[in-house]
């Protein structure tokens, strides 16, 4: 702790909990349903889940999707970022991705779900381009959501990619134009809306 506090180390530690303002909103994790409400101020907290300190400072480019379709339920999709260090000093850096489903037929959705994570070190003024991929394991969901036999199945649906826990997609408000966040489609053709990815449990 005194190396942090004198300069000798750089912190890069991120908060695995939302930490709340106050009593009244202490239950209230991160990925909470969309149908969620708060006691004040819609939910914002006094340190995010993922919020972290560090003595330099990180510059996000525009993330890319390598399609916008999916096609078939077993079909993956890479996202992609460049991550600069614009500080004056190393440091390390936590990458997240987060992926948020709008809306949802079987159940209520997430606000959002941490998917991948990636730790990254950068010298001063150093780019490096961090990628993830995803796959039905990512955008599945199990269907009962309790009960005698569960599945994992995707849905036709929208998709939303967001890179950074503190970055706000706006899903429900229009057109998603914030450079931290990508949509994508997934469109089986099925019919049903719905395929199934995964043995029954």
Known sequence: M??????????????????PKDAANIAIPYNHRVTTRCM???CWMQWDFGAGLSYTKFNYSSVTLDKTTIANADDTLTASVTVTNTGSRAGK?????????????????EMKMLKKFKKIELQAGESTDVSFSLSAD???????????????????SKYVVAVKPDTWCN???GNITHPLCAE??????????????????
């Open 40 to 42: 004040w101020d819609n």
């Open 171 to 173: 899903v429900y408000g």
């Open 138 to 156: 990512d955008w599945g969901v199990y269907d009962p959501q309790f009960g005698k036999g569960l599945k994992r199945i995707v849905e036709d």
């Open 93 to 109: 850096e936590t990458v997240m991705l987060f992926l948020i489903q709008p809306f949802r037929k079987i159940s209520v959705p």
């Open 184 to 201: 994508f489609t997934i469109d089986t053709t099925s019919g049903a809306g719905t395929v199934n990815v995964g043995v029954e449990l």
């Open 2 to 19: 005194a190396e942090i506090i004198y300069g000798d180390v750089n912190p890069s530690g991120k908060l695995p909990i939302t930490y």
